[in-house]
């Protein structure tokens, strides 16, 4: 029997369990790997395997430079090995601990020769906004996986969320409609499984219904045997490299204009550099106008550099994603990969290339026509434009404390 790996992450603790659970008893022949980093300041990470029934053993893992995610990394994949080499276990359901983050996990996975069929994160609408607005360092909340991590609990539950292309909806019966619809916005392209009320394993009233979403020919055979929509999900399959070309600023698949429920999404792309002073002295309020807002940025002083904006909680983080394609030479783009060449070309301007701005913000009450002004605002005039790229590079450098220059 060749193992296949389902890794289920979230800070949304409840939720993650409940899913974990519901795919211990969905899928015959399961068990549920956790790595416990809670314990991790008094010197070693506590590992479970469980099935539905119980614990079948425990261990320690020793810490790795003191880092509990590092340590995280060097045990798993022997464990799924152990695991897969035992011949009875059909599927190992990887238990992510509450900060842990499922790119790095399935990565690492990967790496090791083992097959992740699944990557889902679990998610309780009700919860979604206040986690959102979080702007708290994860070691202030006791959740940091190492003494140098400063991570907020924003970003994190962001970035968690984004990845996972299946969502585990596990509604606490506190979200409401406006909960449900912020989650389709952040990210419309998931496979939304809503988990069954009641008891993992229970029968559930009529037939078994599909996950928000066209379901795969694997699911659809799935229901025919009488497979939970959850299992057929954790079953059908995970491409690592496309899901990390997901991520990337450059040819990240963003959310499209919606408005519904007291939700919008607001896509914002414009062809013209922004001015660095003018963007700068704005940051703070585009920072808060939205719970959540990315995508990719085009200042005038650096005109070859593809900047990524990353914004939850009440702070942002701007860095760079290396070259505009427009900027390399055409002997470089046979060194691009094919997904990141399909990016620039539908942003392609005959003078610019695929030098844009492509800014999305998702928020309920969102202020679009002010949002709007002031981007606008921060965009270079016309006289300034028509000045060109050599006059562009010699304006005051603002961006130079945060991008560590």
Known sequence: MSLSVVI???????????????????VPG???????LAAAVAGTVV??????????????????ND???CALREDLVPELRRLADDGTTRLAVVELWDSVEPKAMAEVVVAGGLTVTGVITAVDPALLLPC?????????????????????????????LEYAPVLAVVDSGEA????????????PTARRVRLPAGRPGAPVAGSARPAEGAPTDASARAYARGTSELAAAALAGFDAEAAAAAQHPACALLPAEADAHGVSTLVWHRTRPFHPERLYAALENLTCAAARSRGRFWLADRPEVLLHWDAAGGAL??????PWLASLPDAAWDMVPPVRRAAAALDWHPEHGDCCQ?????????????????LESCLLTDAEYAAGREAWKRLPPAFDTLLEV
């Open 8 to 26: 289920v992450g979230g800070l949304h603790a409840d939720a993650r369990r409940a899913t974990v659970a519901h795919l211990l008893a969905d």
């Open 30 to 36: 399961s068990v549920a790997l956790h790595h416990d």
């Open 47 to 64: 590992r479970t395997v469980r099935d539905a029934r119980g614990v079948l053993s425990a261990g320690e893992a020793p810490l790795v």
């Open 67 to 69: 880092c509990a995610c």
């Open 132 to 160: 959102l607005g979080n702007g708290d360092d994860l070691a202030d909340v006791g959740l940091a996986a190492a003494a140098t991590d400063r991570r907020t609990v924003a970003d994190t539950f962001a970035r968690q």
């Open 176 to 187: 409401d409609d406006e909960d449900r619809e912020l989650l389709a916005q952040l990210h």
């Open 317 to 322: 983080c701007v860095e760079s994603a290396g």
């Open 358 to 374: 492509h800014l999305v913000f998702t928020s309920p009450a969102l202020d679009r026509d002010g949002l709007e002004r002031l």
